[in-house]
């Protein structure tokens, strides 16, 4: 039983990060009505940190002594989590930082990963303070599981990495015009789409990717060929109980950034393998044994996309796009898989409305919409033609041009369900 494990292994010393700016700006006072009591009754000491600014809790956590924590947990929305993952991976330690187990309490507007947990617990969908009392509970047992990171390439910026989404087009937008309702809380993403709506437009460019399996569009058949993937592996990637001291074993390290060589169902060749290392070799953080440069051809066993028209790409790592966006009904944790979305143009605004609708209960791949296109990936590469955009990953805003990504399967730690 986890819950008998984790308490074995008490107390845990967690550091509590609580963005005080982060959605409607109510953070600190939730924090103050659930959070500290739920924390104490459970007996998981807690030290909390009130972030000053953009920025402070990368800076804190790419400088922490981390031997001091079995735990880092934020307070807020995605947005600051993203600066944690992306702190610890910029450590020259960082093989052994970004273990350290990561937890998530919902406290800003765009809360994802936090609505991805509460789903994979299965319990029925919930939100505001519902939602954090529910992560909360997570939280308070303690139970580590591996989560899948995304490493993404961008023409001139260093290498960033993501434990939600990328998106580009009216997802992109929607996220970032909506940034100024923030003080209403989750309602701005309806508000910024209804907005988006009446202004619809395209957005130019190419899609490629490498699919994940032999183009199985099949849920059944992927969902039986990663289990038998999840049975062949050395260490299982399921549930552990926190550790008291987090584990520091190098050995059972089988995160895919080792997928040249690895047993899983893609035929990737030796060469493109060693090819691409040099470019990322220099910094810290895992191998993109997938990727070429930007501007090299893309090899042979990839779907190369020719210029189209496009009204969205998205593509998510975890369940959530946001508390009520059931986005990626399948995905879990660390399936290794990229969902990828996109939605070809000429699709109507009454389409795209029924179809942003019927996410919000994960209803929008049967509703058999020809516009939209869903595929699992481990890697891809999006070119836009339009001069100016927006991409986002994880929410937030990130040089606009072209962009590749490649999944790591299993690269961080979460405390989730
Ligand atoms: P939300 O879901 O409300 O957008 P986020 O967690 O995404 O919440 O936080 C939004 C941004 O606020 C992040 O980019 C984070 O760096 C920044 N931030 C953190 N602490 C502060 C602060 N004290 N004042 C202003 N911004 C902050
Ligand atoms: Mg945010």
Not at 306 to 319: C, G, I, P, R, T
Request: proline share 5%; with cysteine.
């Amino acid at each position: 039983d986890g819950l008998l494990m984790s308490e074995l292994c008490r107390p845990f010393r967690m550091m509590l990060l609580v963005n005080p700016q982060s959605g409607k700006g109510q953070a600190l006072a939730l924090y103050n009505n659930h959070i500290q009591r739920m924390l104490n009754e459970a007996g998981v000491p807690h030290t909390l940190v009130i972030t000053e600014r953009q920025n402070h809790a990368r800076e804190l956590v790419r400088e922490a002594d981390l031997s001091q924590w079995d735990a880092l947990v934020i307070m807020s929305g995605d947005g600051l989590l993203y600066e944690v993952i992306n702190g610890l991976l910029e450590r020259p330690d960082w093989e052994d930082a970004i273990r350290t187990p990561l937890g998530v309490l919902p406290g800003g507007s765009g809360n994802a990963l936090a609505a991805s947990i509460h789903h994979y617990s299965g319990a029925s969908p919930v939100s505001g303070e519902e939602l954090l009392v529910s992560c909360g509970f997570l939280l308070c047992k303690g139970l580590v599981s591996r989560m899948d990171l995304v490493s993404i390439h961008l023409s001139s910026s260093p290498r960033l990495f993501s434990f939600l989404s990328l998106a580009w087009g009216f997802i992109a937008d929607v996220d970032i015009e909506s940034e100024k309702y923030r003080h209403i809380g989750a309602v701005r993403f309806t508000i910024g789409t209804l907005v988006r709506l009446a202004s619809l437009r395209v957005y130019r460019g190419k899609l490629s990717y490498l699919p994940a399996a032999e183009d199985s569009t099949n849920k059944g058949d992927l969902r039986n060929n990663m289990m038998l993937r999840c049975n062949n592996q050395a260490s299982p990637s399921g549930p552990a109980s926190l550790p008291c001291r987090p584990s520091r074993d190098f050995s059972h390290q089988n995160t895919s950034y080792n997928s040249c060589h690895s047993n899983n169902s893609l035929n990737v060749r030796r060469t493109e393998c060693t090819s691409s290392r040099s470019a990322t070799n220099a910094l810290p953080g895992p191998t993109d044994s997938l990727l070429l440069p930007l501007d090299q051809p893309l090899p042979s066993d990839w779907v190369v996309g020719q210029e189209e028209d496009f009204v969205l790409m998205l593509a998510m790592y975890q369940s959530h796009l946001a508390e009520d966006l059931l986005a990626a009904p399948d995905a879990t944790l660390d399936d290794g898989i990229i969902h990828l979305f996109y939605i070809k143009a000429g699709i109507s605004r009454i389409a795209l409305l029924r179809l942003l609708l019927a996410m919000e209960k994960g209803a929008h791949l049967a509703t058999n919409c020809q516009h939209l296109v869903h595929t699992k990936v481990r890697a891809l590469r999006l070119e836009p033609c339009s001069p100016k955009g927006i991409i986002t990953v994880d929410g937030e805003v990130v040089q606009y041009g072209p962009v590749q990504a490649e999944v790591h399967r299993g690269l961080a730690r979460l405390i989730s369900g």
